[in-house]
Structures are given as C-alpha cells and as structure tokens.
C-alpha cells in the first residue's frame, strides 16, 4: 500500500473536507492552521448554511438531525431546487469573469457532495428566516458546530494538525513539495491549499480593491492573509478569477474589525440582510439599489461595494409597522437605532434632508407595484419606525487559484502542477461580479473532497 504524505494548509471546511477524505482514503494528513487552537474553525465558523440543489421535500427530509424529523411538515412546503435552476441563479448574477465548467461541475457533484456530509454525520435543520427566497434548511448549529465536528472527526481519524503554525513559503522537493515557516519545514508528497483569500492582508486589498477598501471591517477571521497563494503563485501557479471583485455585505456600522471563530453569535447578530422589507438610503436621503430587485440571498454579497461607495462610506436602512417584528435582535441591538412615530422623527435624528425617507418609501412602493416585485405596499408606511446605519462587511475575496475540475492547480500554461491542489476561497474563478448565498460551502466541499481524493493518486 502505498504511504502518501499530505499536507493541508487551512484549516476552514474545505481544508478539513479535503483532510477527511485523503485520510479515509489512507493517506498520512497534516493540517497546517494559522490560528492557534482556541481559534480555529476560520470563517467557516462563522457561516449558516450551505446551497444545495434537491429534488423534493423528501430529500430535504434525509438531512435534518433526528429531533427535527419528528415533524415532516417542516419541509414540506419546500419548492424542488434543481441543478439547471442552481446554474442559472449562479451564473446569473456572478459576471463574465467564472470558469462556467468548474461552476457547472461543482453544482453537478453537489448532492453527492451533500449526502458524503450527512454519512459523515452533519445535520441540517428548517430555516428560521422569514425573507422570501431563504435557504430551506440551515445547519444544524451553524458553522460553529460544523466546524467543531470536522475537528472531531480528523482527530478520530489521527490526522495531526500544526496550530499557530502560517506557513509562507511552499517550493519544490524530490518526494514532492516542502512547507516552510522560517527555518522550520517539513516535506510531502501532495499539499492541499486551502488558506483562504486575501482579505485580511490592508496593502493587497487595498492594491486590489483600492484606497476606498482600507479600514473596510472583517466580517471574518484575521487569518487570511494570501501568504501560501502568493508563494504558490511565485512557482508558476495561474491567477484565475476577478481579483477586484469580494464578498462584501450590509454590515453593522458598530461592528469590531474582525470575527473570531467561536462568534457565531456575534458574526451572525451582525448581518444587515433585512433590507427587502424596508428601504436603503444614503446620508442625503437617496435610495441607490432597488432593495427587492431578487431575493436577498442573491444580492446581499455584492451590496457592500455599493454602502461603501456612498457618501461617508455608509447607509441608512428603515423599516415601518409590521415589519419592525421580523428584524432579528441584532437590529435591536444596534447602537445606532433610532425609533420615531413619523418618518420625519427619523430624517430629524440621522441629519437627513425633510421628506427624502417619504420620497424613498413612495419610490420603493411604486417599484414594487409596477413591477410586480413581493414585498411593500402602501401599508409598509405605518409607523412606528426604526432606523439604523449600516457599513460594509468584507467576507473574502474572488480572486484566488486557477484549478482544473479535478481540484488541480494549474501553471500559466494551462497544465496541472503535479501534487498540488487547492479548494475553498484560495480558488479564483467560481466567483466574480456577486455570490449566491450558501454556495461557498457546496464549492469547498466539492473541491475539497475531490482534492483529498486526488491526493491519494499521486504516486
């Protein structure tokens, strides 16, 4: 048999994934983590669910933990999500700048993806979101508990995990490639990038993004840097992706810099989602999106470019009567909240110009009827009111690692580098002008596992 050595460099979903698979296939794993123990998990711990095409309420049934299987009913209502829909919905709204094949072959391997999470022992439980399009199920604990019973896993398995442990430089070797940190490295047969995107690294976002990015608030861990990417890229790896593009979200403006792992909580107290049910502003009192334009889920990624590009570098979201009750408790939370009995309380208390939240709301109302789109009405202008700012939420960056299907990273010429693979945000092209949201986790599962697996193939 043969005795392959592995070394997996992020330990986030698709790190673990890939970790998981190569083991149980009988490869010697190591797992490389930035982050020391206490915080691992990366931003993978901070997720809530994951898209996933399905047939019918009955395949939906076969993911949820026991205790939610006692009420059929839970699902029942759900509409079949199907592969065709999936690609549509993805590569409707992500841009020219996607690798069709890859995407599209992700989405095809999606349920076995899906049903190799589940055997593994993940579970899934109905949805609590109230806005139209939601996700049907959520995990079961989040990405917190995702995350935690991966680590259990791998350690059952014996997989060895380096902690604290970044590694900068990854270069060639006889028995295949050496990772190293300083002076210290280790050699292996087959290494698995999976260390994220660049987001946490000022000078190459703000490079990439430019100089309005700096400052821009993590809504994830400080970890990832692109150090692995950019010595990867130095050997001769292919750059693949929109490397002006990201994951960037509504975001509480009183929100810290960062995330750390186990802030499940907090990360997701954070989200400003809720814009479908009200109208989004900026500090002169103009709406710039068309806040019900699809379902949130597939516009909330890219709406943090555009509060950013506002005056000030933030916005406004309000909300009237009835739907008040729907806003999660971060909302209320929030210390920039601002109540009012009448639009003009709160035009009054955020510095905005007299009768612009009236002129907002009209607009929106009017949008809605004439275009049929779900959500206000002449009725979503009784009061009581609720007001707060928003900002920018920088979640990862799009681009990243050019890879063929197989999870193999692939030089400037268009060849396989042997014995190197990447899964996860280290992989550009799946992404580029917006994000379906959930669907970073199908595309680190699926290339994570289809990496592990190829790890095993390289002897």
Request: glycine share 12%; proline share 4%.
């Amino acid at each position: 048999m043969k005795n392959i050595s592995v070394a997996i460099i992020g330990g986030g979903h698709a790190g673990m994934t890939a970790a998981i698979s190569a083991r149980l296939q009988g490869a010697q794993v190591t797992v490389f983590e930035a982050a020391p123990k206490g915080l691992r998990g990366g931003n993978s711990s901070l997720t809530k669910n994951i898209r996933f095409p399905y047939s019918d309420s009955v395949e939906l049934f076969y993911y949820l933990g026991q205790a939610e299987r006692k009420d059929p009913e839970l699902v029942r209502r759900a509409a079949p999500y199907t592969k065709e829909q999936y690609l549509r919905d993805w590569l409707g709204i992500s841009g020219d700048g996607v690798d069709e094949a890859l995407v599209s072959s992700i989405i095809s391997d999606g349920d076995k993806a899906m049903r190799w999470l589940r055997r593994i022992g993940h579970q899934w439980t109905p949805t609590s979101s109230c806005l139209e399009g939601a996700l049907p199920l959520d995990l079961h604990g989040g990405g917190a508990a995702m995350q935690h019973h991966n680590f259990t896993i791998a350690e059952k398995l014996g997989i060895e995990f380096r902690y604290a442990t970044k590694i900068e430089t990854l270069r060639r070797s006889a028995a295949g490639w050496t990772v190293a940190r300083g002076r210290t490295s280790r050699r292996f047969n087959a290494v698995v990038i999976a260390s994220g995107g660049f987001q946490a690294n000022q000078q190459e976002i703000s490079r990439a993004l430019g100089s309005s990015w700096e400052g821009v608030r993590l809504r994830g861990v400080r970890y990832n840097d692109g150090t692995v990417s950019r010595s990867v890229h130095a050997i001769g790896a292919a750059k693949a992706g929109n490397w002006t593009g990201c994951h960037a979200v509504p975001y509480a403006y009183d929100a810290p810099p960062y995330r750390l792992p186990g802030q499940i909580a907090e990360a997701q107290a954070a989200t400003r989602y809720m814009y479908p049910l009200g109208v989004m502003v900026n500090r002169n009192g103009q709406r710039f999106v068309d806040e019900r334009s699809a379902v949130g889920n597939l516009t909330y990624a890219k709406l943090g470019r555009s509060i950013l590009e506002q005056p000030g570098k933030w916005a406004l979201q309000v909300f009237a009567g009835n739907e008040i009750g729907k806003l999660h408790e971060g909302y209320r939370k929030d210390s920039t909240v601002v109540h009012g009995d009448s639009l003009e309380d709160l035009e009054a208390s955020f510095g905005l110009p007299r009768y612009s939240l009236t002129r907002a709301f009209a607009d929106a109302i009017q949008e809605s009827a004439s275009l049929k789109h779900w959500g206000l009405s002449y009725g979503s202008t009784m009061p009581p009111f609720l007001g707060l700012k928003v900002a920018c939420g920088l979640t990862f960056t799009f681009g990243g690692l050019q890879v063929d299907r197989q999870a193999n990273i692939l030089d400037e010429d268009g060849q396989k580098i042997p014995g190197l693979f990447a899964a996860g945000e280290a992989v550009g092209g799946i992404f580029s002008e917006n994000y379906p949201g959930g669907a970073g986790l199908l595309a680190g599962t699926v290339l994570g596992l289809r990496a592990g697996f190829g790890c095993n193939t390289v002897l």
